[in-house]
């Protein structure tokens, strides 16, 4: 029993958890390097709005033109898609695959062929 007796009976210890190393204290930021940040993020600002260009549209007619008929036809594909119900959307697609070919039908084998 005396191979025993050295043996320690608390808890285990961990590092950073307790009541004596609650770890390191963070620094309070002063009042004036707050208002320093908001004065140098304020004439940022600014600086961008003199220096910011006026945007122009390089896009040919043609572009222009192939821009508009592609909104105005995804909006068709949306407004369609939201008109039908899932009821009304399963019963298309059991029409659509009843329309096709049974691809999974065994096909007959002659063997006089």
Do not use: C
């Amino acid at each position: 029993m005396s191979e025993y007796a050295a043996v320690q009976k608390s808890s285990l210890k961990l590092k950073g958890v307790g009541d004596i190393s609650a770890g390191k204290k963070k620094k309070k930021k002063s009042k004036e390097s707050k208002h320093r940040l908001e004065q140098v993020v304020t004439s940022q600002n600014e600086e961008e709005v003199k220096t910011k260009k006026v945007y122009l549209d390089k896009r040919t007619p043609a572009q222009i033109a192939f821009d508009k008929m592609q909104e105005k036809r995804q909006m068709e594909r949306i407004l369609n898609k939201a008109s039908k119900t899932h009821k009304h959307r399963v019963e298309d697609f059991n029409r659509h695959l009843d329309t096709l070919t049974e691809h999974y039908d065994i096909p007959k084998v002659s063997w006089t062929k």
